[in-house]
């Protein structure tokens, strides 16, 4: 007679929100891609030659005041763990962990299930994509004159 075998659920190791939080909150966009790159102050940006392409004129920009950085040359862009990733080419986890030491943080962890893990990943991939989308179309809004222009007559059209 056969038995059936139950499978046993395997649960995944997961970097608390608190950690994560703590990590973001303390990370310093300049500071961490300056780890990598050498940055000079410009305004209240820094600029460099971008690590992700060749080039011979800085087209790659920090903003400490949002976050993030923009290579205007590639357009690769994000913030210091995106860099991190990017450049490393390192997962979420393991970017998580590498600036969690640069800063001393203790990383605390938790056991979740798989399929928990699953629904925690499509999460953060949509908080990450929101994150992009909202840096790109502030920019757009603010620098671009089809974005002054569209979105200066819609917010005066609205009364904003």
Not at 49 to 64: A, D, G, R
Not at 69 to 83: D, I, L, P, T
Not at 131 to 147: I, K, S, T, V, W
């Amino acid at each position: 007679m056969l038995r059936s075998i139950h499978a046993v659920p395997y649960f995944y190791a997961v970097i608390t929100k608190e950690t994560i939080d703590r990590i973001m909150e303390t990370a310093r966009v300049e500071e961490v891609v300056g780890d990598f790159v050498s940055l000079k102050k410009r305004g209240s940006n820094y600029i460099g030659l971008c690590p992700f392409h060749n080039e011979k004129t800085p087209s790659f920009n920090v903003s400490p005041s949002k976050g993030i950085y923009k290579c205007f040359g590639c357009g690769k862009a994000g913030n210091a763990v995106g860099f991190v990733m990017e450049h490393e080419r390192f997962t979420y986890r393991e970017a998580l962990k590498f600036i969690a030491k640069r800063y001393n943080i203790e990383v605390e962890e938790t056991q979740r299930s798989e399929e928990q893990v699953q629904q925690d990943t499509v999460r953060e991939s949509l908080y990450i994509i929101n994150g992009f989308a909202q840096n790109y179309f502030h920019e757009f809004l603010l620098q671009a004159d089809e974005g002054r222009n569209i979105g200066g007559s819609y917010f005066r059209e609205r009364g904003l």
